[in-house]
């Protein structure tokens, strides 16, 4: 028992160091808890988990963090979990604290994507395996969405709503792009485009792309002042790289009194739960991208065991694929919002994830 | 127009002295009598702004006659609006010579968030615009603490602010503010009144009222006294502690207007949204003339500068542009009318 205790306190005294030293350079957004510590100095193998989450600005980042920490609790590791905050420095200096923790897994949501070489190089280095979420990298297990199939199936759903609503006779598809994020907004924002092409391939000519940036005080701004170059569109129909891009466009338009004749499906499904939905926004696919840790867990599994899997470090050769959630506005009313979710999947059985709790088509 | 907007001689020249002892030679100021000519650049930058904006108005409208359409005035009325509120925050900061407030983005959204967390609690509306606008208030009254207490640039301390501010902002929100959508605030602040957004109108009636004031009161007097000389200013009897305290707490009302604005016009934000409107703002201030060391400038001219602006990136869509070209115009522009302050203000040295 005092051996254990010692053991445990041994353990809890690295993690702390490790995110004492982080500290300096980063926001730690949580650090391996007394008990997991305590849990993992008992087991046969002390197995630790280390993340980088994305960014505290993203309540899906930090939830990525803390579902990660449950799980590894409940399977007896310890873990740590640190914030990149979106900068390169942040990210190599949390690396650099992972080798040092001497973490047996690494996960990263490195979205600076210049330095991941940088990181894969240090990591294959100290032997340490490491899983990626949503961003490719050589080397590292890819674990996240199908971009393609989000937008495509995204935009052929809106494309049954523009057939439905006007047969396909509409003034113009707006398409509010974000180039920063290179493939992620080619695959989806254009893979909506070429859904709802699919269905109404007489909308070819009938596109205009514009900066919006994924964020509505940039998309909001840049619609309203491409709808107002083009008073004789009436009906319209928006898509985007996420919810908030497309709720910019909408805006837009019922900011210009034109809001009787626009229809929007976004990506993320970050503005369609909840009270406060725009009425033209008619659905979004889903990613709950808070869940992606349970999607993880058999990966982890494996590599605690010392069998890690083959290599799957492309979208096109993914070990993990998360498959999209295609929900209509009607169907995302009964989808509890972020808080709940998470609260949820914190308690559920290992194994079970988001998609299988809420997502229409399971 | 231009009391207020001359050398700083004639700023102090309105100035009525607080102790009887400054009164005797050698502190006696002489009253200059406001003629056209001692006016001119505040004129002249009107008269220029006015007669660019209608170059552009004029230009793009014999290209694309439908530019001067109902659709167009609403999308500039839109951007306007917050664009403005925050411009007359820079330019009181200017005036008074604290050069500019960095803080905006973050006090705009905070003002923003008790908006829609009041809201959220079913607040009575009007309650919610004074928690808006003591929001803005209270985050002036922190900031001037700071700096007059101690003693730091006040850039410096509004950068500070704003970095904390926001990463605070960050952990409050986690995500996205969104706005209740069926409530009142949010109904009036898409709505449209005499062909224009309301939100227009508030910003309209602001730089009226604020460009009335500046001259008129003694604040206004103090604020343009301490930021063109601080030691005539002193030596005259005003308290520069006290003057820039009312600078701070104004300016930030007129900044939790904004946020207020901000709350009403869009559905959701999140804490990084608020720089979208600090450089339009910082750009609009000095464009109207708002001269960086402080001192002089004229909040009706703001409406020019901020008209002038909010139409460049609506004028280039019309011509197919993106958004990328969209940041090019505003840039030159600022490098241009910071380099005219630059001019200017050597001349007036000489």
């Known amino acids: ?362 | 127009m231009g009391r207020h907007s001359s050398a700083n001689e004639s700023n102090l020249g309105v100035l009525e002295p607080t102790n009887p002892s400054l009164t005797t030679p050698p502190f006696t100021v002489k009253r200059k009598r406001v003629t056209l000519l001692s006016m001119p650049e505040h004129f002249q930058t009107a008269l220029v702004l006015l007669a660019v904006w209608a170059v552009l108005v004029g230009a793009t409208s014999l290209d694309k006659g439908y530019f001067l359409s109902g659709q167009t005035v609403i999308a500039v009325g839109f951007t306007m609006a917050l664009v403005g509120v925050v411009a007359v925050a820079e330019a009181l900061y200017g005036m008074s010579g604290a050069r500019l407030d960095l803080a905006i983005p973050a006090e705009l959204i905070f003002s923003a968030y008790v908006v829609t967390v009041l809201l959220a609690h079913r607040w009575n509306i009007f309650l919610v615009v004074v928690a808006a606008l003591v929001a803005g208030g209270t985050w002036g009254l922190i900031t001037g603490c700071i700096i007059v207490f101690g003693k730091v640039t006040p850039i410096i301390v509004t950068l500070a602010t704003n970095l904390m501010g926001v990463a605070i902002l960050e952990i409050a929100i986690k995500s996205e503010a969104t706005m209740p959508v069926k409530s009142g605030l949010a109904q009036w602040g898409q709505g449209i009144s005499g062909g224009l957004p309301n939100v227009f109108w508030v910003m309209a009636a602001l730089v009226a009222t604020s460009g009335f004031l500046l001259p008129r009161t003694r604040l206004g007097q103090h604020v343009i006294a301490v930021g063109g000389n601080p030691v005539a200013a002193k030596l005259r009897g005003v308290s520069l502690a006290r003057t820039r305290f009312g600078v701070f707490i104004v300016s930030g009302v007129v900044v939790g207007l904004g946020g207020l604005l901000l709350a009403a016009s869009v559905h959701s934000f999140v804490p990084a949204d608020g720089s979208t409107y600090l450089l339009p703002g910082i750009a609009a201030s000095l464009v109207a003339g708002v001269s960086l060391k402080g001192g002089t400038g004229n909040l009706w001219i703001l409406f020019l500068s901020i008209g002038f602006l909010s139409t460049v990136p609506v004028s280039m869509s019309f011509f197919g542009l993106s958004d990328i070209w969209q940041q090019v115009p505003p840039g030159a522009i600022l490098i241009v009318a910071v380099a005219i302050e630059g001019i200017r203000s050597r001349r007036a040295v000489r």
Not at chain 1, 152 to 175: P, S
Not at chain 1, 295 to 319: F, R, V
């Open chain 1, 1 to 362: 028992m005092a051996l254990t205790a010692l053991l445990g306190l041994g353990s809890l005294t690295a993690c702390g160091s490790s995110s004492g030293t982080s500290a300096t350079a980063t926001s730690v957004t949580t650090t391996a808890t007394a008990s997991s510590t305590t849990t993992a100095a008992t087991a046969s193998k002390p197995f630790k988990v280390c993340m980088g989450t994305g960014s505290a600005t993203f309540n899906w980042a930090i939830g990525q963090g803390q579902l990660l920490q449950s799980i590894a609790k409940k399977e007896g590791w310890s873990s740590v979990v640190l914030n990149n905050n979106a900068s390169a420095t942040t990210t190599l200096s949390n690396v650099s604290t992972f080798i040092l923790d001497k973490c047996n897994a690494v996960i990263e949501f490195s979205n600076v994507t210049s330095v991941n070489p940088i990181l894969a190089q240090k990591l294959a280095a100290a032997h340490i395996p490491t899983i990626t979420y949503d961003i490719a990298q050589a080397g590292w297990y890819f674990v996240g969405i199908d971009n393609l199939k989000a937008g495509i199936e995204g935009g052929k759903a809106l494309g049954a709503a523009i057939k439905q609503k006007w047969n396909c006779n509409i003034d113009q598809l707006l398409a509010a792009e974000n180039y920063k994020v290179g493939l992620v907004n080619t695959e989806r924002t254009d893979g909506m485009i070429t859904g709802v092409l699919d269905v109404c391939p007489n909308l070819k000519n009938s596109v205009t792309k514009f900066v919006g940036n994924g964020d509505i005080s940039s998309s909001l701004p840049a619609a309203r002042s491409v709808m107002a170059a083009h008073p004789t569109w009436t009906k319209m129909a928006a898509v985007g790289i996420n919810d908030d891009s497309v709720v910019g466009t909408l805006e837009a338009a019922q900011q210009l009194g034109r809001g009787q004749d626009i229809i929007g499906w976004g990506q993320g499904g970050d503005l369609i739960t909840g009270a406060n939905v725009n009425p033209d926004l008619i659905g979004s696919v889903f990613y709950f991208l808070e869940g992606y840790p349970e999607w993880t867990l058999p990966l982890l599994k494996d590599i605690a065991a010392g069998k890690p899997p083959a290599m799957g470090d492309s979208t096109t050769n993914p070990t993990v694929l998360i498959p999209p959630c295609l929900t209509t506005k009607a169907q995302a009313s009964s989808i509890p919002d972020f808080g709940t979710r998470l609260q949820k999947m914190m308690t559920v059985n290992p194994g079970t994830t988001e998609n299988s709790l809420y997502c229409p088509a399971g």
